[in-house]
């Protein structure tokens, strides 16, 4: 059982040393539907047995494979291939996100093919990386500094992109001569499937890229495998704290890319439709699950009733449909337990703040994990609304007496991901920009670019991925020095 327009060889098997093979158990992954509550699909579920010999596969492919030493631009040649493969499946890429996630189909073709190209780029970067460096030393006639794989990396995906953030994580991984093991979301597997099969049909060694679907439990055990050397999260901050702490315990690498509760300050040169109309739009942007998403609004105070009203009024047009609509403007979330978790705060919000619209499920939608547009005034920043992520087409207004006041509220958060200024005036937002604590800030709305490094401050996360920089955290650096320099060198 699939969704329509997906296709895999071996959706009940788990790739593991470059085979398809029936998991350790006879456990299958329901594959739920966002907009019907119905099941679409169903995959292998691996287990603790499944994980082991994952990580054993991906351990010798590493210890004693060709993969790690191989020419990098061997590496890059077998990688540019996995592409070739995976760009005439991008509507195929595009289905399965909005079977599974409830993703907009509008908006799936473009996402899915800007991934495709983010792949590309990060090949780029690669080309033009200095694996080997020779520097200058007051201690040998040759000095180089070695940059080597990390070794073996579990590669762990959350729901909302599961495509793109997996697929770059493994491309950083196998094009510095990691080895893998693929850890997909249990509600949206099948594009790690997908990634898989395009490394088989590539010819990446076996054991240099392997597919464990699974739940919280086996993720766990994957994590605390001494046979894994880095762990590449992103999730939920949560999670990537237990990651962390297990990581530190055996001095394992890891990235962490976390939560957020990203903040736009709004100034006064910026005009009030305006505002409304992008915060709107960014909000209901994936229904709202962007780690990266401005949901909190920092607004001057003698305009925040007038912004809460235009804002209303933007929300209360959104058109709310089925995630294949294509006249859609805000799709489902993802789950019934996201859906459960938004409504909880929700309920929340309406004791420490003004509900001014949407905080329902839509009439007209009777099956579906749909909630409305919903916007809080008059937000208490030190609320649990304004402080903890919601996940969710939630927006939180808050009034501050000048920048300055703005700036402090905008910093008083555990998460330090992103942030935005919404203003015409390039100095203020640079000014602005650097005294937000934050690892990204845009002007203008929720500004990302993939081809530049991307994480965060504080508890939104550890390291970066994106970027030239996205290659570092996937290497070791050896020094050596030597008597002469050596051939080939």
């Not at 699909?41 to 060709?66: I, K, N, Q, S």
Request: glycine share 10%; net charge negative.
């Amino acid at each position: 059982m699939l969704p329509t327009g997906v296709s895999l060889r071996h959706p009940e098997r788990v790739f593991i040393g470059g085979a398809w093979m029936p998991p350790h158990s006879d456990r299958l992954i329901d594959l739920i539907s966002p907009d019907t509550e119905q099941v679409i699909a169903r995959v292998a579920e691996a287990d603790d047995v499944d994980v082991d010999r994952a990580v054993a596969a991906a351990r010798h492919a590493f210890d004693h494979g060709p993969w790690p030493h191989m020419a990098p631009a061997e590496r890059i040649a077998a990688f540019r291939r996995m592409i070739a493969h995976l760009e005439p499946r991008v509507p195929e890429l595009a289905r399965a996100w909005t079977a599974q996630m409830g993703g907009l189909a509008a908006f799936a073709g473009p996402m899915h093919a800007g991934s495709l190209a983010a792949l590309n780029q990060i090949a780029g970067f690669a080309e033009a990386f200095a694996f080997v460096e020779q520097r200058p030393s007051l201690a040998a006639a040759c000095a180089l500094v070695v940059h080597e794989p990390v070794g073996v990396v579990a590669a762990i995906a959350p729901w909302n992109a599961p495509f793109g953030i997996m697929a770059n994580k493994l491309a950083y991984a196998l094009l510095t001569g990691c080895t893998v093991i693929m850890k997909p979301s249990p509600e949206t597997p099948l594009e790690a499937y997908i990634l898989a099969e395009a490394a088989e049909a590539a010819g990446i060694p076996p054991g240099v890229v392997n597919l464990v679907p699974a739940h919280r439990e086996a993720s766990d055990h994957l994590v605390c495998n001494p046979g894994v050397d880095k762990v590449s999260f992103t999730g939920s901050t949560l999670a990537g704290q237990r990651i962390g702490m297990v990581c530190a315990e055996r001095m394992a690498r890891c990235t962490l890319e976390l939560g957020g509760k990203s903040a736009a300050i709004v100034r006064d040169d910026f005009a009030i439709a305006d505002a409304a109309r992008l915060l709107t739009g960014t909000i209901t942007m994936m229904s709202g699950q962007v780690c990266a998403m401005l949901s909190r609004v920092v607004v001057p105070r003698a305009r925040h009733d007038e912004l809460a009203e235009a804002i209303a009024a933007e929300m209360r047009a959104v058109r709310i449909g089925h995630s294949d609509d294509r006249a859609a403007q805000l799709g489902p979330l993802a789950m019934k337990r996201q859906l459960e978790r938004v409504e909880s705060f929700i309920e929340e919000g309406r004791k420490t703040a003004d509900l001014i619209t949407g905080g329902q499920r839509p009439t007209h939608l009777n099956h579906g994990y749909f909630i409305e547009p919903t916007l809080f005034a008059h937000v208490d920043n030190a609320s649990r609304i304004a402080q903890e992520e919601i996940f969710g087409p939630v927006l939180c207004l808050i009034p501050a007496d000048d920048d300055n006041h703005a700036i402090a509220i905008a910093n008083d958060s555990r998460y330090g991901l992103n942030g935005s200024v919404l203003t015409h005036d390039a100095d203020a937002a640079w000014r602005i920009g650097r005294r937000v604590r934050t690892g990204g800030f845009g002007q203008n709305g929720l500004r990302m670019d993939f081809g530049l490094p991307f994480g965060g401050f504080k508890q939104s996360g550890i390291g970066r991925e994106g970027g030239p920089e996205g290659l570092h955290p996937y290497l070791e650096m050896k020094t050596m020095l030597l008597d002469a320099v050596p051939a080939g060198v």
